[in-house]
C-alpha cells in the first residue's frame, strides 16, 4: 500500500512571496490533517479535514494560510504572504475512518521543509 | 485545549539497557494516546497507541502504560539497539468525536550509546 506523498519535498523562498504544499492521502482514507513542525518542537495541528469538509480549523492562521481538499482526495495548503516565522516542515497525515469513528490512526507523510528568508 | 508535555527531551543510554519517556496531558476527555518516532528528514512513523480502556499495552521489545487518574503515560523501549536511536514523541487527543488531530509533546531525543 502507498504512503501518503507530499510534493515539494524542500522549498526555499523570500518573505512575503506565496507557497503551496501537495498532499495525497493514502488512497480510500476519508480525513486528512496538515501539521506544521517548528524546528525542535512537535508537529502542531493546522486543519483536519473528513472528505471535502473541513472539520477543524481552529489553530490556522486564517489571515495568510488557506487549504483546500476539493472532491475529497487531495489536499493544497498555502501560505500567502509567506513571513520569517512561517520556516518549517509541513506535514500531512491521514486516517480511514471506519463507522463509529473507531479508527483514528494517522499516517504521516515525508513533510515539506519551508525556508523563508 | 489540551497540553502535552514530554520528558526528558534527551535521553541517551547504552545498548541493551532500557529507556523509559513519559508524558502527561491535561484534558480529561482525551481517550487516545499514540506514540510515534521520527528519524531525520522523515515524517513520524506511528510505534504503538493505547487507548484509555486500557492500562498498559506491549508489541515485542516496547510497551506503553496509562496511568488515566494521573493523566499520564509512558513509553518503555527494553533491550535498545542502535536503531532504536530516532526522536520519539508522544501525543493525545479526543477520538471518535469530529475534531481529534493530535496534540503532540515536544519530543525527546533517544541516543543509543554503542
Known amino acids: ?117 | 485545549g489540551e497540553n502535552v508535555e514530554q520528558h526528558p527531551s534527551t535521553l541517551s543510554v547504552q545498548e541493551g539497557d532500557s529507556a523509559v519517556i513519559k508524558c502527561t496531558y491535561s484534558d480529561s476527555a482525551s481517550n487516545y494516546f499514540p506514540w510515534y518516532k521520527q528519524e531525520l528528514g522523515k515524517g513520524p512513523q506511528l510505534i504503538i497507541d493505547i487507548r484509555s480502556n486500557v492500562g498498559e499495552k506491549k508489541d515485542q521489545r516496547i510497551a506503553v502504560t496509562l496511568n488515566k487518574t494521573a493523566k499520564h503515560f509512558s513509553l518503555h523501549i527494553t533491550e535498545t539497539q542502535p536503531e532504536d536511536s530516532a526522536v520519539y514523541f508522544c501525543a493525545a487527543s479526543n477520538a471518535g468525536g469530529g475534531a481529534d488531530g493530535l496534540t503532540f509533546g515536544k519530543g525527546t531525543h533517544l541516543i543509543i550509546q554503542p
Open chain 1, 1 to 117: 500500500e502507498a504512503g501518503v506523498a507530499q510534493s515539494p519535498r524542500y522549498k526555499i523562498i523570500e518573505k512575503r512571496q506565496s507557497v503551496a504544499f501537495w498532499c495525497n492521502p493514502i488512497s480510500g482514507h476519508a480525513t486528512l490533517y496538515w501539521y506544521q513542525q517548528i524546528l525542535g518542537q512537535g508537529p502542531k495541528l493546522l486543519i483536519q479535514f473528513q472528505n471535502n469538509g473541513v472539520v477543524d480549523d481552529s489553530q490556522l492562521p486564517k489571515d495568510r494560510f488557506s487549504a483546500e481538499r476539493l472532491k475529497g482526495v487531495d489536499s493544497t495548503l498555502k501560505i500567502q504572504p509567506a513571513k520569517l516565522e512561517d520556516s518549517a516542515v509541513y506535514l500531512c497525515a491521514s486516517s480511514p475512518r471506519l463507522s463509529g469513528g473507531g479508527r483514528v490512526t494517522q499516517y504521516f507523510g515525508p513533510g515539506t521543509r519551508l525556508t523563508v528568508l
